[in-house]
């Protein structure tokens, strides 16, 4: 295998020019997954913050934000993808993106339909961002094994007075109760 060349960066592989000075490491790597429509099945439905609904500051209202649930029927692995709207096209990623958390939550099979009113009392199963609120377009919850049971998707904002639509998409690995069109609930008080 021929050496690379002297002003190769040493974590590029040698056959590619590297794009950066050698002494500018790649600053970000992002990665890719692939859900082929053959072995995920896909739900999505829309959302959106208002001005009120902030939740880690005061705690006041964790309610206030709007909720979605959805049903396992069997075990099945599940990713929850909550994504933040693109409203300034050209900016950087975290200066057009608000401070926010996505976590599903267990909930029983009887409430569905109606919101979990005390979200922080209740089993979280997963959250974006190891459970900590940040910067970030895309919030993923990878919830692998998922048992049978009623899930509560709680998309919530650090602080009151943002808003910002978003979608919310569940892919699961085997078919959730309901269709493509009402497998995701939007909870009501």
Same mark, same amino acid.
């Given at each position: 295998?021929?050496?690379?060349?002297?002003?190769a960066?040493?974590?590029?592989?040698?056959?590619l020019?590297? $794009?950066?000075?050698? $002494?500018?490491?790649?600053?970000?790597?992002?990665?890719?997954?692939?859900?082929?429509?053959?072995? &995920?099945?896909?739900?999505?439905?829309?959302?959106? &913050?208002?001005?009120? *609904?902030?939740?880690?500051?005061?705690?006041?209202?964790?309610?206030? /934000?709007?909720?979605?649930?959805?049903?396992?029927?069997?075990a099945?692995?599940?990713?929850?993808?909550?994504?933040? $709207? *693109?409203?300034?096209?050209?900016?950087?990623?975290?200066?057009?993106?608000?401070?926010?958390?996505?976590?599903?939550?267990?909930?029983?099979?009887?409430?569905?339909?109606?919101?979990?009113?005390?979200p922080?009392?209740?089993?979280?199963?997963?959250?974006? /961002?190891?459970?900590?609120?940040?910067?970030?377009? *895309?919030?993923?919850?990878?919830?692998?094994n998922?048992?049978?049971?009623?899930?509560?998707?709680?998309?919530?904002?650090?602080? *009151?007075?943002?808003?910002? $639509?978003?979608?919310?998409?569940?892919?699961?690995?085997?078919?959730?109760?309901?269709?493509?069109?009402?497998?995701?609930?939007?909870?009501?008080?």
């Amino acid at each position: 295998m021929a050496a690379a060349p002297p002003h190769a960066h040493p974590s590029l592989p040698p056959s590619l020019p590297p $794009s950066l000075p050698p $002494s500018l490491p790649p600053r970000r790597s992002y990665i890719c997954r692939v859900f082929p429509e053959s072995k &995920w099945t896909r739900y999505a439905c829309q959302g959106h &913050w208002a001005a009120s *609904d902030g939740t880690a500051m005061n705690y006041k209202s964790p309610a206030a /934000n709007m909720q979605f649930q959805f049903v396992v029927e069997a075990a099945c692995d599940v990713f929850v993808n909550l994504k933040q $709207s *693109d409203h300034l096209e050209g900016v950087a990623e975290r200066l057009d993106c608000i401070c926010a958390l996505c976590e599903v939550l267990e909930c029983s099979t009887d409430k569905v339909g109606k919101k979990c009113r005390f979200p922080h009392r209740v089993q979280t199963v997963g959250a974006s /961002n190891g459970g900590v609120f940040g910067y970030r377009r *895309d919030l993923i919850v990878e919830i692998p094994n998922c048992q049978p049971g009623a899930y509560t998707i709680w998309p919530q904002i650090y602080k *009151d007075g943002e808003e910002r $639509s978003f979608a919310v998409e569940v892919l699961s690995s085997k078919p959730l109760r309901g269709t493509a069109d009402d497998a995701i609930i939007v909870a009501t008080a």
